[in-house]
Every structure is written in structure tokens, then in C-alpha cells.
């Protein structure tokens, strides 16, 4: 895309109205490569949130559950002794 617009200007008139021309196109060309870079930058940030945030409710899921089991066998043992006793 960049050489499509660096071969324009190559064809201007003046030396000096192609240099300037040739310096603002590179101007234009590294603010967008920042700007694919921030984008793609910001884009993989919220992916990696989004995992993060998935194993904080995982292990949470999963404490929750071990809490409920563990809750569950002492019932059993205490109705248990209540029974035999």
C-alpha cells in the first residue's frame, strides 16, 4: 500500500516537494503500524483477562465444591455417631 503512494510521489515535480512528500508518507506509515500494534496489543490484554477472570471462577467453582463434599462426609459421620450413640 506504502509503495503504491512512495511511487506517486516519486513522480512529483520538484526534489524537495518529493522529499517532503516522501517524509510525510513515512510519518503516515509508522502511525499506523502504532496504531495495528496498540490494536492488536489491546485485543490480546482483554483475551488474556478473559482467561484470567475464567480461571478465578474455575477455582473458585472448584473450592466451592471440595467445601460441599468436605461439608457433606462430616454430616455423614456425625449423623452416624448420633446413631450408634
Do not use: C, P
Not at 43 to 56: A, E, F, M, P
Not at 59 to 71: D, E, G, H, P, V
Amino acid at each position: 500500500m506504502f509503495k503504491k503512494v512512495l511511487l506517486h510521489v516519486s513522480k512529483s515535480v520538484s526534489k524537495k516537494k518529493e522529499e517532503i512528500e516522501r517524509k510525510a508518507t513515512q510519518v503516515i506509515a509508522d502511525v499506523y503500524r502504532k496504531h495495528v500494534f496498540r490494536r492488536a496489543l489491546a485485543q490480546r490484554i482483554r483475551v488474556r483477562q478473559s482467561i484470567v477472570n475464567y480461571l478465578y471462577r474455575f477455582r473458585t467453582i472448584m473450592m466451592f465444591r471440595k467445601l460441599y463434599a468436605s461439608y457433606s462426609i462430616v454430616l455423614d459421620i456425625v449423623d452416624r455417631a448420633f446413631a450408634v450413640a
